[in-house]
């Protein structure tokens, strides 16, 4: 079946340090591969995205690359801020059978000090 | 355009009571989607509507769960003789359904909080 593996948490940084979250999945065929993240008390918001293999997904300075030969994708950020501070979801959307069903990781904790 | 809603955000019950919680999604949005978020854990999947059909279904959707989307709008989710277990977040998505389902963004609202005591 199709699973996500994110890095264990919780991740504390100080302001302005460089961010890296693995994630890796297994999954049949070509799955579409997603960051949400998630504030205290709300949803869950779309970060970023990424359909296809070698596709970058970036926003808000976050950029993560999907790369199936190592079935990857990790979420990077050169200079994180305390409003940065939140869970972050790695997921993965499959077809055939899967259709539309998202599939996550467990979420990994980030806390950006000043 | 105000985003999913969800209602009521919080519920306390007591064991063995129903449940109701109640979704609307984005307006022009044809899919619609039911997770469960335990603590400390990423969301998992529980059913899914193309329009009123309920397509899909989680084997973690047990028989006292059921849901409902009668006009293709609204969705309600029903938990019947609720258990200690079903303590959790219950999130809501939504979704254009467009037919290249495999890249779509499932948009999220801000969940409903079950306690049961």
């Known amino acids: 079946g199709n699973s996500v593996t994110q890095m264990e948490g919780p991740v504390t940084l100080s302001e302005e340090a460089f961010l890296t979250i693995n994630c890796t999945y297994t999954a049949t065929g070509y799955p579409s591969l997603f960051w949400y993240v998630q504030y205290p008390g709300e949803g869950l918001q779309l970060l970023l995205k990424a359909t296809k293999a070698d596709d970058k997904g970036s926003n808000k300075g976050f950029e993560a690359t999907y790369r199936k030969e190592t079935t990857s994708f990790h979420l990077e950020k050169g200079s994180v801020q305390v409003s940065d501070s939140a869970v972050y979801f790695c997921?993965?959307?499959?077809?055939?059978?899967?259709?539309?069903?998202?599939?996550f990781g467990q979420g990994t904790i980030l806390t950006v000090h000043p | 355009d105000t985003g999913v809603s969800q209602d009521p955000r919080h519920k306390i019950t007591k064991r063995g009571q129903n449940v109701t919680f109640r979704c609307d999604p984005i307006?022009?949005?044809?899919?619609l989607y039911w997770y469960r978020q335990t603590l400390g854990q990423g969301p998992e999947f529980l059913t899914y509507f193309q329009n009123e059909a309920q397509l899909e279904k989680s084997r973690l959707l047990s028989d006292r769960f059921s849901a409902e989307r009668p006009k293709g709008s609204f969705s309600t989710l029903e938990i019947q003789r609720t258990e200690q277990g079903d303590s959790a977040m219950y999130l809501c998505?939504?979704?254009?359904?467009?037919?290249?389902?495999?890249?779509?963004?499932?948009?999220f609202g801000p969940g409903t909080r079950l306690l049961v005591l």
């Open positions: 997921a993965l959307l499959a077809g055939g059978t899967s259709y539309g069903k998202l599939t």
């Open positions: 307006s022009e949005h044809n899919r």
């Open positions: 998505a939504s979704s254009l359904g467009l037919a290249g389902g495999r890249e779509e963004t499932q948009y």
